[in-house]
Every structure is written in C-alpha cells, then in structure tokens.
C-alpha cells in the first residue's frame, strides 16, 4: 500500500514531465535533449528560491526558466538551422554550468530545516496527514497543468504548433510562421518539464545537479506505457495517458526493486529497456508480417 | 493581378550541374484569368511556381501580387495571399489532425488572437457548409481525423483550405495528377467552380493537354524556362490537341517530349 501510495505521488509530479516529453516527442515530433537540463533547472531553482522563503514562487520561476531553456534550443534548431538532437544536447549542455552558477557553484542543494511549500501544506491541512498532502499537491498541480495545456492546444496558437509537428511541409506554405511555432511548442514543453523538477526538489527535500540524468528515458517510458493503455489518439487523450503512464511506470520501477531482482541502480537500464522495446514494436510486428507472407507463400507454392 | 517581370534562376551555378530553370520569364495575369501550363520535363514549370510562392528566391526579376512587391517577402507571410497544391495529396493536410482542425487552421490563419478557441461554432458551420458543397460526404466527418480520408478526399479538402481565406492567387502544381480519372474529374469540377466563384486569378500546371485546353481562358507553354507559346481567346476556342503539338515542334523544331503527358484520355 505504502509503495501504491508513493508511486502515485511521485507519478502525478513526474507527470508533469511526462505531459512536457509527450509536447515534444508526440506533438512536435523530434525527441528533445534539453529535458536533461532543464529538468535540473527547475529543480535548482525552486530550491534556490525555497531557501529564499518562497516555495510557491518557486514553481513559477521553475516553469518560466524552463520555457527560456526551451526557447533556446527552439533558436538553436530554427533561426541557426542545427540539427534539432544536437540542438537539445548544446542546450543542456550549456544548462549544467548554469545550473551549477544557479546552485552558487555547488552541486547539491538541502531543503532540511527550509520551509517548503510541503511544510506550509502539513501546517495548514493537519487532518490530511503528509501522504495526504504529497498527493494532493501532486494531482492538484498534475490537473490544473492539464487543463491549461488541453486548452492551450485547442487554441489558434496550440493547433498551430500541432500541425507543424505533424506536417511541416503543408505548414510552410500555409501562413503559419513555423519557426515561432517551434520555438514556443519547444518553450511550453520544457516549462513543464522544469515545472516537474520543481516539486520533486521540495518533495524530495534538497536540489542535485545529477537530476537529470536519464530524465528523457524516463519521460519517454511513461508517454510509451500510457500510450499501450490509451492508444494514440488526440492531444487531450494522449496528455492524460502521459500522466497515467507515468504513475504506471513509477508502480512498475517501484515493484522491480521491492522484489530484489535488480539493485537501485538498475533503474535507468530498465527505463532504457522499457523504451527500446516499446519502440521497436512496430518493426518487429512488420518483421513478423513479413516472415508469415513468406510462410504461406512456400506452402503455396 | 500578378506581374512577373524578367524572372530568371539558375540553380547550382557554377558547377557542372548548372541548370538554368527560369530564364527571364514576362507575365501577367489578370483577375478571373484561369491559365493553364504546358511543358516538358525540367522546362521551369514547377520552378516558377517556386519563385512565386516564395520556396526559394530567384536570382533577377520581380515579382508583384496586386501591386505589392512580394519577391523576397517570406513564405509564410506571402503565403495569405496564395494558396497553392501540389500533386502529392498528403502534402496539404495535418494527418492526426481532424477535418474541422484542418480547415480551422487555414480559414482563422492570421485573422485571430492567438489565444482565442481554434474551433469556433460560427466558424465550423460555415466550413461545414463549404465543406457540403463538395458532395462528398465530407461534412458529416468533421471530427475524423484527415489521416484516414483518400487521397481525392484529402485534396479535395487541401483545395478548400488554399482558398477558404480568399487569396489573391491559385497556383495548382498538377494537383489531380495523382488521383484516378473519375475523382481527378471531380476535383477539377470544384476548382473550376471555386475559381469562378471567386474570381480568382489561377495558374495550373498539367500534363493532361486536353483539360490544358478545355479549362480556364489562357494556355501558356513552357520551355528551357522560357514561355514559348502563350494562347487566348478566339485563337485558343478552336484549337485542337494535334494543333498545339505541331505549334510545339514548330517552335522547339523536335518532338514534345514528357513522359507523362496525355495527348488524349
């Protein structure tokens, strides 16, 4: 129960993660590097701020430092024309030495003794209790970014980066300014990702530069699982199954390690299995295809 | 009214691939002119519609919509004021989009706060009527997405979306090329009519000599970039297909050569 309980909590607040990774995987269909670091950034600065006495403020400076480093590599694979890979890694790249300048060049921040917007919350709503709190504060934040991300996609704006992700070529010769579209589809993807970092440096009690690490594995792993459950469908439903994917793969890692097969450190070589396999799915299903044609192609002949 | 002046590009200058697509084309076009666009293989046809659209810049000459000079205006700024298709049906429409999406993006383009609901009840109504006058069935499938339409359904709906906005010009790269003969017929049937309804000066580039000479008022032929025929009125009335090929190799002193164009079908 314990562990159902903290897989929730942290799947609604890496959801948010996952709805930022499903932005620009799914949406603007190229896998975005610069998750890694601004991941890291929305952690450093929430904690930074933290310290400074305003938890609450944190998030939204998070989100808003976020949206710069995505606009960045929104920049750097328009305006300059590199490949958009090598555009999230010199972005996150570059986001580890600010993140360290934003940390005071250190690499690990503590929240211990800080008021954190958890803290606030166990104070003002003693009756729910802590899990009752870190799961509130989770949904909350998971349903409201939600919402806003569900209209900002139905409005002129949202379908206008919808269709440039999804034909780029009818786009350009439309009157829709593609390169401005990448950029705030690119800004908006990694607000929320850095939004994710945010709580989870309150929650987990202190800031890291290592973070990041991995952290796009883990976003594609939940857009991937939610889509097994929900199929590819629209932009609402395919944001929902990012959030549910991502508390499904937080069950998933948490039962992995409660067994004993793996040790902790594991966790990113199966997230990173979880997605090859996911991915290669439907090469393998053509493969199979294939290799039944040529079956019954023999026993017909 | 489009005016092209001295239009001229040559691509890859200077190397041995040298090919000099456009080599000082002249032409205007007036409102409520339909011209049709014959050529061979690589005789600039598609090049010049490039350099209208506004894929790439051409090296000399100019070119002016309704008076604006719009030569090196970026695509998708001058991309209001025309609307153009390919032949490649997929190359017009959001796939995982739906119809009603699709239509809205090119309807409300530039015309709304960004901000402001893409699907707008007023707005899909009047798509939707737009849209049933096609006579396809299209109207009842608002919320389908387009990736699941055929290749006449979905450009049938590219041709709504390139003039639902009220451009100032229509250009057709061979835009029912791709389709079989009977829905390639329907297509035409509503271009023909849009362009009618709305005045709109057209260019289309075809293969087809027949409907070359069947559809719009003007006919223009094309060669080693150059206009080499320019046909209209009583002169063009009574040609014929055979007459339009011996004007050709009269021209050109050899043989029309595309592998694809159909004398007769």
Known sequence: MTLFVGSLQLGLMYGLLAMGVFISFRILNTPDLTAEGSFTLGVAVSAVVTVAGAPWLGLLVAFGCGMVAGAVTGLLQTKVGIHPILAGILTMSALYTVNLAVMNASSNVSLIGKETLFQQLFAALPGLGKDGVRLLVGLALALITLM????????????????????????????????????LGLAVSNGCIALSGAVIAQVQGYADI??????????LASVIIGEAVFGRRGVGVGLVSA??????YRILISLALSTNIFP???LKLISAVIVAVALSLPTVKIELQKRRIRREGRTHA | MLEITGLSKTFAAGTVNQHTALDGI???LRDGDFVTILGSNGAGKSTLFGAIAGVFWPDQGHIRLNGEDITYQPEHRRARKIG??????????????????????????????????????KDVAYLRDQLATFGMGL????????????????????????????????????HTAALDPATAE??????????????LPTMMITHNMRSALELGNRTLMMERGRIILDIAGEERAHLQVEDLLRLYSGREGKALDNDRMLLND
């Open chain 2, 139 to 174: 109207e009842d499938r608002m919320k389908m997405k387009v990736g699941l339409l055929s290749g006449g359904q979905r450009q049938a709906m590219t041709l709504l979306m390139a003039t639902v906005a009220r451009p100032s010009l229509l250009l057709l790269d061979e």
């Open chain 2, 84 to 121: 153009i298709l390919f032949q490649d049906p997929m190359k017009g429409t959001a796939p995982d989009m739906t119809i009603a999406e699709n239509l809205a993006l090119a309807y409300t383009s530039g015309r709304r706060f960004p901000l402001a609901r893409a699907l707008q009840k």
């Open chain 2, 26 to 28: 002249n032409l205007t």
């Open chain 1, 148 to 183: 806003v991300l569900n209209w900002f996609f139905r409005t002129h704006a949202g379908l206008c980066i919808r269709a440039t992700g999804n034909n780029e070529a009818m786009v350009r010769s439309s009157s829709i300014n593609t390169t401005v579209m990448k950029i």
């Open chain 1, 264 to 266: 902790t450190y594991f």
């Open chain 2, 186 to 199: 329907t297509v035409l049937g509503i271009t023909t009519r849009i362009v009618k309804e709305q005045r």
């Open chain 1, 243 to 248: 959030i549910v994917g991502s508390v499904l």
């Open chain 1, 210 to 219: 290592s973070s990041g690490i991995g952290i796009l594995v883990v976003g």
